[in-house]
């Protein structure tokens, strides 16, 4: 008799630019998350599905841990502690290169820590020569992997399985992803404003996606940039739109390798003022609830 199913939900949890997006789409085996060298791109949880022989792995990539400082920060934080609540198993992400992790509660600012259990996860192993690796021990259970190289995922997912209940599949064993397809749209977007914008105007873009024909060939995406000042509007487009430009092949690149067809991305950008501290703003794009963050800054 083959052994019984399991399913179980874990979070990726650490501070900002730890490699938590890196490592989520090594897992899942496809680019879901944003991944850049700037902290703070992921704005919400990302839900990655990993199914394997008799087991299925839901994973969270949460945003990063931190003081929020103005609303949306404070529905970021609001979104990770409410699915820190539902996990089964909490993977406590820290740099390798500068191990060891402290405690990961006490990081949360949580007042009581939660029963949850948690592994600590040494990322960006490939970066820290074998030496300085740091070692498992009695004391600190740790996971030494690499998101570059796969090094030690394989270890890692054993040690996960043991923590997660026998339950059948919550979906279907092929699935990679729980997002619609519209949450990409808007994700590979700001992922390639990362890339291709400096400073601080990719954290004041937000995308909201106004048309989508999924069954048109090619597939129709329209796609609003928003951003908070007159001048960022100007950056975004570039000279000539080429910035613009730019930004919009490099997320239809991904869209088209995530969808297996050929999409036309049309883009536009907008002013919506100050949206990052307007619970309204926040509200029409589809941020959680923050508590009594909405009120400050």
């Known amino acids: 008799m083959p052994p019984p199913r399991r399913t179980g939900h874990i979070a990726l949890a650490g501070a900002p630019n730890v490699g938590k997006s890196s490592l989520l789409n090594r897992l899942v085996g496809s680019h879901l998350a944003i991944v850049s060298p700037k902290a703070q791109s992921t704005l919400l949880p990302v839900v ?161 996606v106004e048309e989508f024909r999924e069954h048109t060939r090619p597939v129709y995406i329209r796609v609003t940039l928003l951003v908070e000042r007159d001048s960022q509007k100007g950056i975004v487009i570039g000279r000539g739109g080429r910035t613009l430009k730019a930004i919009g092949q490099d997320a239809r690149a991904r869209l088209e390798a995530l969808l297996g067809e050929p999409v036309y991305l049309d883009c536009r950008v907008k002013v919506l003022p100050n949206w990052r501290r307007s619970p309204a703003a926040l509200d029409r794009l589809g941020f959680p609830k923050g508590g009594s963050g909405d009120r400050g800054q």
Not at 110 to 129: C, F, I, N, Q, S
Not at 133 to 146: F, I, M, N, Y
Request: hydrophobic share 45%; proline share 11%.
């Open 48 to 208: 990655g599905l990993l199914s394997e022989a008799q087991t299925q792995f839901v994973f969270h990539d949460l945003p990063g841990l931190l003081d929020p400082a103005y609303p949306l920060q404070a529905r970021m934080r609001a979104a990770m502690l409410a699915t820190l609540e539902r996990v089964h198993l909490v993977l406590h992400l820290h740099p390798a290169a500068v191990a060891p992790a402290p405690p990961f509660w006490p990081l949360t600012r949580l007042e009581h820590a939660r029963e949850t259990p948690v592994l600590v996860v040494y990322t960006k192993g490939d970066l820290v020569p074998a030496s300085g690796t740091p070692t498992p021990g009695a004391t600190d259970a740790g996971s030494v992997v690499s998101a570059e190289t796969g090094a030690g995922i394989p270890e890692l997912l054993g040690r996960i399985r043991g923590y997660l209940p026998v339950a059948p599949f919550e979906y279907e064993a092929d699935d990679v992803g729980t997002q619609p397809l519209r949450f990409f749209a808007t994700e590979y977007l700001r992922e390639a404003a990362f890339a291709h914008l400096e400073e601080e105007v990719p954290y004041g873009l937000a995308a909201e």
